[in-house]
């Protein structure tokens, strides 16, 4: 099975940033295209980005685009989400997730991990 594990939540301003990242133990990431999604209060799950298996290829949803910056390290089992430029519409959890597969081929995540919580205060 495997386990991943979100970490760098927490209280930022509005304006700041912050990094996230995941680790996963269990299984090489480098099989996976990995993703971060995020739920706000009293709002559903949303997409926010993923990475091909190499990192060669990234998709970003609109509403962070040019802000956040998804990136990986297979040599450490790694995936981080680089934020930037916060604002309150931001506050949500967090989720670290790996696809079935090395590229993205429309499917859900098969993997997930707890999530982790970021509040933007403004």
């Known amino acids: 099975q495997v386990q991943l594990v979100e970490s760098g939540g927490g209280l930022v301003q509005a304006g700041g940033s912050l990094r996230l990242s995941c680790t996963a133990s269990?299984?090489?990431?480098?099989?996976?295209?990995m993703g971060w999604f995020r739920q706000a209060p009293g709002k559903e799950r949303e997409f926010v980005a993923r990475i091909a298996w190499n990192g060669a290829g990234t998709y970003y949803a609109d509403s962070v685009k040019g802000r956040f910056t998804i990136s990986r390290d297979n040599a450490k089992n790694t995936l981080y989400l680089q934020m930037n430029n916060l604002n309150a519409e931001d506050t949500a959890v967090y989720y670290c997730?790996?696809?079935?597969?090395?590229?993205?081929?429309?499917?859900?995540?098969?993997?997930w991990g707890k999530g982790t919580l970021v509040t933007v205060s403004s």
């Open positions: 269990g299984r090489t990431i480098s099989n996976n295209a």
């Open positions: 997730a790996a696809y079935k597969f090395q590229y993205y081929d429309g499917a859900d995540p098969a993997y």
